[in-house]
């Protein structure tokens, strides 16, 4: 069945850098662009970056524009989030979720994986 | 860029009782709303999309409506496992959230 399977979470420095991992399976992961959602600890849902299905196009949050990379591998059906110069405020759980596409611009996420922990501190 | 907004922020009921949850758009999102479900340590679970379609194996005690700026999440009757939190979203937009809670 459809899995999204999230993983390279963990404690960092401020200032250092880490990288998420999302594997898919299930589905053809080449057709779907992909995006990373972050929960941070007692606050909602925010949406931190996309990758169109054929990595052409990126888009990012304007709290991590800058410093987050979004990338794919999709020989490896793999979802990427290089995350440089980290901050306290980017402590969060980190979700990878597959689009599904109403038209052009409107989506929703049909399906998420559980999640990694981020911890940023000293 | 739109600005969702959840009301109330918790919601106090017991099993069997209807649950009303709000989410008002800053401008409209025509019908492309979506609402999931949260809970601690699950993956968040696509509940309604495109405003009342409710996804693959959802409860029919869950429904959704509205059009516009405003739009509803109704639990019919409170099952134990529905406390939870729920976000709306259109596009890169999600509201704050409303916490379902055991009264």
């Known amino acids: 069945q459809l899995q999204l399977v999230e993983s390279g979470g963990g404690v960092v420095q401020p200032g250092r850098s880490l990288r998420l991992s999302c594997a898919a399976s299930?589905?053809?992961?080449?057709?779907?662009?992909m995006h990373w959602v972050r929960q941070a600890p007692g606050k909602g849902l925010e949406w931190v970056a996309v990758?169109?299905?054929?990595?052409?196009?990126?888009d990012y949050s304007d709290s991590v524009k800058g410093r987050f990379t979004i990338s794919r591998d999709d020989s490896k059906n793999t979802l990427y989030l290089q995350m440089n110069s980290l901050r306290a405020e980017d402590t969060a759980v980190y979700f990878c979720?597959?689009?599904?596409?109403?038209?052009?611009?409107?989506?929703?996420?049909?399906?998420w994986g559980q999640g990694t922990l981020v911890t940023v501190s000293s | 860029e739109t600005v969702l907004t959840q009301s109330p922020a918790t919601l106090s009921l017991s099993p069997g009782e209807r649950a009303t949850l709000s989410c008002r758009a800053s401008q409209s999102v025509s019908s492309y709303l979506a609402w999931y479900q949260l809970k601690p340590g699950q993956a968040p679970r696509l509940l309604i999309y495109a405003v009342s379609n409710r996804a693959t194996g959802i409860p029919a005690r869950f429904s959704g409506s509205g059009s516009g700026t405003d739009f509803t999440l109704t639990i019919s009757s409170l099952e134990p496992e529905d406390f939870a939190v729920y976000y709306c979203q259109q596009r890169s937009t999600f509201g704050g959230g409303t916490k379902v809670e055991i009264k």
């Open positions: 990758i169109w299905y054929d990595g052409s196009n990126k």
């Open positions: 299930g589905f053809t992961f080449n057709s779907y662009g």
């Open positions: 979720a597959r689009p599904q596409y109403s038209n052009n611009e409107d989506y929703y996420f049909d399906y």
